[in-house]
């Protein structure tokens, strides 16, 4: 690999992520990150999404990967089961793979192993820590109740949940986090999860029935924050006040926040491919995080009312700019010990 | 009177008998039609109901758990699987949570069968599934097999009643018509031609009616003959009957006439001995008198003339009695009156008797009885020739008379302690001129008329009298009078 990095050492390290179709916006964020990170440490960075089908999907990473352009490092994300087949690809192929956003599930992970175990160009992976994203969500939901003193009475607070996609590592993690955080808890009541596919249209039309099902309930707690907006507009057309939450930091959610319709929405896992970018800098030019660890978790952060109004300015925008990605790198910081990407004081920095 | 050979039809047997098979089996049919529609009914309702039974197991689990999880579309989708099963013609879901959606087209209400599922899960209700199965087909279905059934059923009625009509009428109605044709011929003066259908040998029922009839016939012409017999013997006995009749009137006649005479002579006779015998007793009282006192012994043997001459006076009053009687001329004298005043005169007559034959006498009267109804005349007499008799054939003993009260009537009874009477005798004693026993007549004197003359006596006054008797231990004459005790105050 040493000799790889003196080989490219004249033209810019070259890094090609590949991301899923987009849905609400969330993939087009994580590029703009990446971009930033990309232009502050001068790498070039080429962005594609993957076909639909995973059936058409390894022949055209295998072209990408195989082309003119072939990249030094491909970032990519896991999607239909087809996480260790394209590790393997890229492997064969001589291109280094970083995984981001969504792991692998259970099957997968027993054929592809850890990190540089089976896989030797399966350089790491980073990936939001989304039980605890689910916890800590209904946590501060919890704690907005406190305060707005609905708890205490004789009977447990109700707390309804739109869950997120039950095949996927996020839907999974976050509702786990959720129901683990309520079975320990005597003030939440927790009655039925109901699944919302991250589909706002669903949610929209399964909030109504829900709140009339459940006419005590206080507070919903949804898997992505699409699904908070929209339930939001349902819940109000049904003229109910509802503690709500979601995940994603997307931007109308954090305005939400800001203007008290929500309550909380927690996020920062947008940054993943931006981290991931530094990550593979330092590697390609002789800091190998592999003594850090291979398997990074993003400990994501709560928005609410004590710190919405200082991060909203940079974040509703994306205004990535104001980050400073190049001093989170060990290569241009030499006298960084550590990589730390932990969102409060990197976010604390912006300019 | 209609013709019986005019009017074909209206007598035709077979088409009747053809017709009311017909209708038997028309009912028989639509009864038939009837069950098999009810039973097919059944069969295509048990089918919905099976189908109904079948969205119970297979698609209510799916469809609480969509609606669990407020998965809509899917709810919808399964609603839709639910609306293919067979026979289902809407399904409708209520949520609790006031969604309300309905698929299909609701049946007419009287040919659907409604099933109601509730939805839950856990003990949380979510709503209500209202499946409703519609009948139609099976409505149409039945009323084209029923239609088929009787159109297919009136065919083979109707053939088989041709077919029938022309077997009945070879068979059965043919002969009976020669049967009829040759005993409307039969008159009596035909009686001896034998009928002309009688067959040679008996094959069926209409066979042996013609023989039965030709039977008949010989029966009729047998009889005849000896009706005819009969009744020449009738008129002869007819005859001797009239002669007979004629002869037993002249007998009657004469026997009548003869009885009028004997009574005539006897009357007659009667008054001519009255005479001389009153004069024999005056004069034997006018001799006595002198020979009172001068030559007793005479006297004794004149007072026995007078006895006997007593006797025979007595005997001639009997008589004369039982003409009377015969003849139908005694009349009675009923009267109200006093015991003791019917009583005392008989006291009086009784005096003499008692002192001739030693015997005491005893009276015994209900207390209870103060007035009698009756001819005191008559009862008199029969109650002296019984109290006589009494005295006549008992010696130093006792005579006792009683009266009771018997019913609306009274009884006398005379009891004496004499010598009794045989009972193979008890039955002559009330005949004319008997006694019971002929050496008591010899030793006791009387004509044995006075029982008879009592007898007759008591059932003109509407009683009787009745004896009880035992040899050495004495009799008791009971007269028995109904209707003599005084119905008024």
């Known amino acids: 690999m040493a000799f790889g990095a003196l080989a490219h050492a004249e033209r810019p390290m070259r890094v090609l992520f590949v991301h899923p179709r987009n849905v609400d916006g969330f993939w087009e964020d994580v590029s703009s990150a990446m971009g930033e990170a990309a232009r502050q440490l001068g790498i070039h960075l080429e962005v594609e999404t993957a076909p639909r089908w995973p059936t058409e999907r390894l022949p055209q990473v295998e072209r990408w990967l195989t082309g003119a352009h072939r990249p030094d490092y491909l970032i990519t994300t896991t999607n239909r089961l ?49 039980a605890r994203a689910g916890r800590e969500l209904a946590e501060a939901l919890l704690e907005e109740a406190r305060r707005r003193r609905l708890l205490g ?19 999974v993690g976050r509702n ?67 503690i709500l939450g979601g995940i994603n930091w997307h931007p109308a959610a954090i305005q939400a926040v800001q203007q008290g319709r929500m309550t909380a929405t927690v996020g920062g896992h947008v940054l993943e491919g931006a981290f991931a970018l530094v990550l593979l800098f330092d590697h390609h030019h002789g800091v190998d995080f592999a003594s850090e660890g291979t398997v990074w978790r993003t400990r994501m952060l709560v928005l609410n009312r004590r710190n919405v109004d200082r991060l909203a300015p940079l974040l509703v925008t994306r205004s990535w700019h104001r980050l400073d990605f190049r001093a989170l790198s060990r290569v241009k910081n030499p006298a960084l010990r550590r990589h730390d990407f932990s969102l409060a004081p990197f976010l604390g920095r912006a300019r | 009177m209609k013709d019986p050979a005019s009017a074909p039809w209206e007598r035709a047997l077979g088409l009747r008998v053809l017709l009311w098979m017909s ?9 038939s039609a009837l069950v098999q529609v009810g039973l097919e009914y059944r069969l295509r309702t048990r089918e919905a109901e099976q189908s109904l039974q079948l969205i119970e197991r297979s698609h209510l689990g799916g469809l609480e758990n969509s609606l669990w999880a407020f998965e809509l579309e899917l709810t919808r989708a399964q609603m839709e699987g639910v609306l293919k099963m067979p026979h289902v013609a809407q399904v409708e879901l209520i949520t609790t949570t006031g969604e309300r959606w309905a698929l299909g087209v609701a049946p007419r209400r009287e040919r659907e069968l409604v099933r109601r599922f509730p939805l839950r899960h856990g003990d949380t209700l ?98 005849f003959r000896g009706l005819s017999q009969a009744q020449d013997e009738i008129r002869g006995l007819n005859g001797d009957l009239t002669q007979a009749n004629e002869a037993l009137r002249e007998a009657k006649e ?84 006093n015991p003791t005043a019917l009583l005392s005169p008989l006291q009086e007559r009784l005096r003499p008797w008692l002192a001739t034959s030693g015997n005491r006498f005893r009276l015994d009267l209900a207390p209870e009885l103060d007035r009698v109804h009756l001819d005191p005349g008559r009862t008199r007499q029969i109650l002296a020739k019984l109290l006589h008799n009494a005295c006549k054939f008992t010696r130093n003993g006792e005579i006792h008379l009683s009266l009771q009260p018997d019913g609306d009537g009274v009884r006398f009874a005379v009891r004496d302690s004499g010598p009794g009477i ?37 059932r003109i006054m509407g009683g009787r009298i009745e004896v009880e008797s035992e040899v050495g231990r004495g009799s008791c004459f009971t007269l028995h009078l109904p209707g003599a005790r005084p119905s008024g105050p």
Not at chain 2, 23 to 31: D, N, R, T
Not at chain 2, 154 to 166: G, P, R
Not at chain 2, 170 to 187: H, N, P, Q, Y
Not at chain 2, 255 to 277: D, G, I, Q, V, Y
Request: charged share 25%; with cysteine; glycine share 6%.
């Open chain 1, 176 to 242: 786990q986090g959720l129901l683990a955080f309520v079975e320990g808890q005597s003030e939440v009541r927790l009655p039925q999860v109901v699944p919302s596919h991250y589909n706002p249209d669903l949610a929209r039309s399964r909030v109504r029935p829900m709140l009339r099902r459940y006419p005590e309930a206080r507070m919903l707690w949804c898997a992505s924050d699409q699904v908070a907006l929209a339930a939001w507009e349902s819940a109000s057309q049904e003229g109910r006040s509802l």
């Open chain 1, 82 to 130: 087809m996480g260790a087949q394209e590790i393997a690809l890229a492997e064969r192929l001589g291109v280094p793979v970083f995984l981001v956003n969504a792991g692998m599930l259970e099957r997968d992970r027993s054929q592809a192993g850890a990190p540089r175990e089976r896989h030797k160009g399966w350089l790491g992976e980073m990936l939001p820590d989304e």
């Open chain 1, 153 to 171: 009475g004789n009977l447990p607070v109700e707390m309804l949940a739109l869950g997120g996609q039950e095949v996927t590592s996020s839907g």
């Open chain 2, 422 to 458: 045989p009972a193979e005798s008890l039955h002559r004693l009330f005949e004319a001129f008997s006694q019971a026993d002929e050496g008591l007549t010899r030793a006791y004197d009387g004509s044995g008329l006075g029982l008879a003359l009592s007898h007759h006596l008591a």
């Open chain 2, 23 to 31: 209708v038997v089996c028309a009912l028989f049919s639509g009864l």
């Open chain 2, 126 to 223: 979510l709503g209500e599934l209202v499946v409703r199965a519609s009948l139609e087909d099976a409505y149409a279905h039945l009323w084209r097999h029923v239609a088929l059934n009787l159109a297919g059923n009136a065919f083979v009625i109707c053939f088989t009643a041709a077919a029938l009509l022309l077997v009945f009428r070879r068979l059965v109605t043919r002969r009976i018509e020669r049967l009829a044709a040759s005993t409307r011929t039969l008159g009596l003066e035909a009686l001896d031609r034998p009928l002309v259908a009688v067959p040679v040998r008996i094959q069926d029922e209409l066979d042996a009616l013609a023989v039965a009839l030709d039977e008949m016939r010989k029966g009729l012409l047998d009889g």
């Open chain 2, 254 to 337: 004469r026997a009548e006439t003869a009885s009028r005479a004997k009574s005539a002579f006897l009357a007659r006779m009667s008054h001519e001995l009255m005479t001389p015998l009153n004069q024999i007793v005056l004069g034997t009282d006018l001799v006595a008198e002198t020979l009172a006192t001068s030559d007793p012994a005479a006297f004794q043997d004149l007072r026995r003339v007078r006895e006997a001459a007593f006797t025979l006076k007595e005997m001639i009053n009997d008589t004369l009695d039982l003409v009377d009687l015969d003849s139908g001329t005694v009349t009675l004298q009923l009267v109200d009156l």
